[in-house]
């Protein structure tokens, strides 16, 4: 059966051009995506990972407050009985310029299992769903 | 000449719709109370009599058609996984049925949930949860607990298509009156209502109508085809969108007060606009919402409970009134009809809260979004700020001296810019009680019960 990824722009961000193109490099890499758009919340992520049985959650923020609109996310994904999902999130997730290895290190320690810095294509993260959903 | 009549078995008032169909006119109406725990034929005998009696003379008719919301009306349990998708998207095809959902259910079923199932007289379970090739997991605990709890409640199961085969050998297992149809939600945010509304439509007119008393008439009647509120949203979708070249009267929004629920149905599109992102579930065309706990009668409690102490007070001070006594009496009394002015003006105050709230509920809301690309607007539900019309039917309404202030508060009253609302509507009343009738009417001649309700809505100016 196809492995289900649930992708999405989270918070007041609208940027719906890169999320279309995340969608088709992974409908055509053979992967089941629930695209749920732009200005989603972290509730819209995690109720359709629970309908659609997904296996991973890609979330996306190019707008500089992702930290702020990811923090606690997978508090809420314990809570709500799917505690074994995949994280993983890009784009630009901060503000300014800061280290991204100091950031990587929060959305580590925030539960976020991939981080991926500004400029990152999804074929590069391609590599990794593979090798996370054991394909 | 052929003759139809048109019935609507209601939960108060059996009410007749005669209609000469060569002419295209109605020939007279009445109504007459239901009588549904003696048998429900003396009360439709009655109301038949009062309609020769108006007519002056006996007549013929070649159909009767009947639709039903007698005893309770059509009581269903909708159950789902997650509160805003697969629950939502049950509760919404029940309601479009023309169903009352009085029990809703997410995620796993306890055994209490069970209880309550069987102990509410539930008519249908629909069963969902799961996009197609989404979880099946829960869908499968849900019916392994109804089964093992040998539920003998129809079940009608519109969940995930991976889990049917499982569901089926459920059903198998433990005899159950099993149904499968599609998916009510098979993509995330997708409705998909018809098979399932087919499905209970075909249930109520198999099993219900004999349980609700109305088989004891059927040498009287040709056939039971529509549970009321099924009627009522067929009637405004065809009044909205029009039939051939007979016109309709575009978008609008229908409100029908009754003693138990306040019913709300809205005929447009969530949104004209470019500049919103919507969310949510997929919202219909023609939608309908049920509030049961806002009713003259025997929902008039739940009035006063939406409200808080210091709202209370401070309409027991504006108004000279007593609320909450008020309200108990009519719980009690539930046939109470106003006999004085005092009376009137209460139950004007109560079907004004009734529609105001239900409106709350049932419209889309809006709010700013500011984004580093500027102002967005993000919706969820419909946006009714342009709808044309505004229609009330349903006894308290109808009978009001103040009609078009019941339906003013449907409007946007408050200036809330966050409430999607009418903004300046046209007002109609069902003055004779048409609209069920035409309703059914329209299963066999849709332009004439269009023609019909364009020239029998009567206009508040």
Do not use: W
């Amino acid at each position: 059966m196809l492995k289900t990824i649930v992708i999405g722009v989270i918070g007041a961000d609208v940027h719906a051009v890169g999320n279309k193109i995340i969608e088709y490099t992974l409908v055509n890499s053979g992967y089941n995506v629930v695209n749920i758009g732009v200005l989603s919340s972290q509730e819209d992520f995690i109720n359709a990972a629970i309908e659609t049985d997904a296996d991973l959650i890609m979330v996306s923020s190019l707008y500089g407050h992702g930290e702020i609109d990811c923090r606690g996310m997978r508090e809420k994904c314990i809570e709500s009985g799917i505690e074994d999902i995949l994280l993983y999130v890009g784009g630009n997730i901060v503000v300014g310029k800061q280290d991204f290895d100091e950031v990587k290190e929060r959305f580590n320690e925030m539960g976020f299992n991939r981080v991926y810095p500004p400029g990152t294509s999804i074929d590069e993260a391609l590599e990794d769903i593979k090798e996370d959903l054991g394909e | 000449m052929s003759n139809y009549l048109l019935v609507d078995f209601g939960s108060t008032f059996t009410k007749l719709c005669a209609v000469d169909i060569d002419n295209e006119k109605i020939i007279g109406t009445s109504a007459h109370y239901t009588t549904v725990l003696e048998d429900i034929s003396i009360g439709y005998h009655n109301a038949l009599n009062l309609l020769y009696d108006k007519l002056g003379k006996k007549i013929e008719f070649e159909q009767v058609i009947a639709c039903s919301s007698a005893a309770g009306g059509l009581k269903m349990a909708a159950i789902g996984l997650v509160e805003e998708l697969t629950v939502e998207a049950a509760k919404r095809v029940c309601l479009g049925a023309g169903a009352k959902v009085d029990l809703v259910f997410s995620h796993h079923l306890t055994r209490s949930d069970i209880k309550k199932i069987k102990e509410d007289n539930i008519d249908i379970i629909l069963l969902s949860g799961g996009a197609d090739g989404g979880n099946r997991e829960n869908v499968i605990y849900n019916a392994q607990l109804l089964g093992e709890a040998g539920v003998d409640i129809p079940i009608i199961y519109a969940g995930n298509k991976s889990a049917e085969d499982n569901i089926i050998d459920i059903f198998d297992k433990y005899h159950l009156d099993g149904y499968i149809c599609d998916n009510v939600m098979p993509k995330i945010n997708k409705l998909n209502p018809k098979c399932a509304r087919n499905k209970i439509r075909e249930l109520f007119l198999k099993k219900i109508i004999e349980a609700k008393g109305i088989k004891k008439i059927e040498s009287d009647i040709d056939k039971v085809i529509l549970p009321t509120p099924n009627a009522v949203l067929q009637a405004a979708e065809l009044l909205s969108e029009g039939y051939l070249e007979e016109k309709g009267l575009g978008d609008l929004v229908l409100v029908d007060i009754g003693g138990a629920t306040t019913d709300l149905y809205s005929m447009c599109f969530a949104t004209n606009r470019s500049d919103v992102v919507l969310h949510g579930l997929e919202e219909p065309y023609a939608k309908r919402t049920v509030e049961g706990d806002l009713g003259m009668r025997y929902s008039a409690p739940g009035i006063v409970k939406s409200l808080s102490q210091r709202e209370i007070e401070f309409i027991n001070r504006e108004k000279k009134i007593d609320i909450i006594k008020e309200v108990n009496e009519r719980y009690q009394n539930v046939h109470k009809l106003p006999h004085d002015e005092r009376d009137a003006f209460i139950d004007q105050f109560l079907a004004e809260m009734c529609a105001y709230r239900a409106m709350h509920r049932h419209v889309g809301k809006i709010h700013e979004v500011m984004t580093p690309m500027g102002k967005v607007f993000n919706q969820t539900g419909k946006d009714l700020t342009n709808v044309s019309y505004l229609i009330g039917t349903g006894g308290v309404i109808i009978n009001s001296l103040n009609q078009k202030d019941i339906l003013r508060q449907m409007t946007n009253i408050l200036n809330d810019s966050s409430q999607l609302r009418p903004e300046h509507p046209e007002y109609l009343v069902d003055q004779q009680y048409i609209l069920a009738p035409m309703g059914l009417l329209s299963q066999t001649h849709p332009k004439l019960a269009l023609k019909l309700m364009k020239e029998n809505l009567k206009e508040l100016r």
